[in-house]
């Protein structure tokens, strides 16, 4: 099945987490999930495309491809890096104005708003701002083309 | 040693949030050196405060108002003879630590750190004990000195004495590291420093509940706490200081309270302490923090040194058997806390884990960024104790350490 719309892998995610009964499977999942994200480029690891946490740090890189924004990105903790990978599945491959409009509420369907709390501070808010932001940028660099 | 008579249970008895679940499970809390749980005669204190006599103090003729005024002056009596100070006016209330630190920072560094002179700090310090320094430092043109650890989390007292020179206008130590529990020996390091005359603050955050204070034999200038840690209310928190140095001292803040008289030509402040006072004080947090000395004074000093000497004891032996783990400051002098990290595992990885069992950890840099740069760290895991800790609290740490280890 080709997936389309952030709204449809949402919903796919929320069906995959749904299989879970109880928290360790969950986490579990997520832990796999983080193991599995294909590891950014060492390269891309500076500063710039550094967002800082209190708790874990991550690492956001953006490109455009055919008008469609990739995302890839990596952190030094390992359910970051899960719940990372759920956020990448949802906006990577997506054109910059469904990212910005997209509302991520999968999130708190599977039961994950934790990590994507302020107060977590795990760097994971401030990345699903600036991955908003990167598609904002790019959709100002497309309008100003054409 | 005498035998110390006291229940661990009926302490705990007396903490109401003890009996409460986390995700399911009895909550585990380890997080005291974060802050301390309240037991109900603090928590009634401050309601009761509310209820029954909640006023401003210091300037009404009404009875509550002087009711309130007499009580939380009682307060201030309280934390003199706590700590042993001299006088009652050598109490100044805060907001807490970070707050007792910035009064100092500002008003001394006004009042007597000149261009070129240096501030000395150890490299163990809370981001508390460096960054109003650095901001003194950048308002006069002052220095910031470091005082070197060692891999175990110690202070190399000769270099602190080598680091001591004609400049250094005044030093400024934490008693208790929050991150490593180094003990480290203030007496001593005050002696060093005024051999030289040169003042030292000492930052007893992490210390305050853990092991009797008395400024008067440690010869301390400056002491700082919070109230919160010590099984206070937060917000407020105690500034011990010498008579003669606050006198010498300018006003932090201006403001009601903290004035004899003002015209718009010329304000005359008022005496110690109400010099440094300004504005309406978290009143039902002093009484709070009156009520958290009675606790401390319940107990004894004796039975929370010797219970929680023996917890980090327990929690020493029993984890330092888990593959992989390693402890993080183990100096010889330490107080209630173990921090450590786990091979392979990301403190934030284990402490999302935990906290799943219901077992309450910090994990993180504690706000001492510079010491886990020291150790080559992105953080630690800390379990940090408090008196009504238990010993089957320690050893379900352990499993949830070992939980955490096959997951990852």
Redesign the interface.
Known sequence: MVVTGIEEKEQEIIEEFSLFDD??DK??HI?GLGKELPLIDEALKTDDLLIKG????VWLHAKLEDGKVIFTADS?????KGIINLLIRVLSNEEPDAIINAEMTFIDQIGLKE?LSPTRS?GLVSMVKQMKLYALAFKTQQNNRS | MSELLVDIESVRAQFPILTREVNGRPLVYLDNGATSQKPRSVIDAVSRYYELENSNIHRGVHTLSQDATAAYEDVRKKVRKFINAKYDHEVIFTSGTTGGINLVASSFGASLVRRGDEILITAMEHHSNIVPWQMLCERRGAHLKVIPISKEGEIDIEQYKKLIGPKTELISLVHVSNSLGTINPIKEMIEIAHAQNIPVMIDGAQAIHHTPVDVQDLDADFYVFSAHKMYGPTGVGVLYGKEELLNDMAPYQGGGDMIKSVTFEKTIYNELPHKFEAGTPNIAGGIGLGAAIDFIDSIGYDFIMQHEAELSRFAVSQLRDIKGLRFIGTAKERAGLVSFVLDGIHPYDTGVILDKLGIAVRTGHHCTQPVMNFFEVPGTVRASFAVYNTKQEIVKLVEGIDRVKRMF
């Open positions: 928290w360790m986490y579990e832990i209190c708790q874990s740090r030094d903790a390992i359910i970051t990590h795990n």
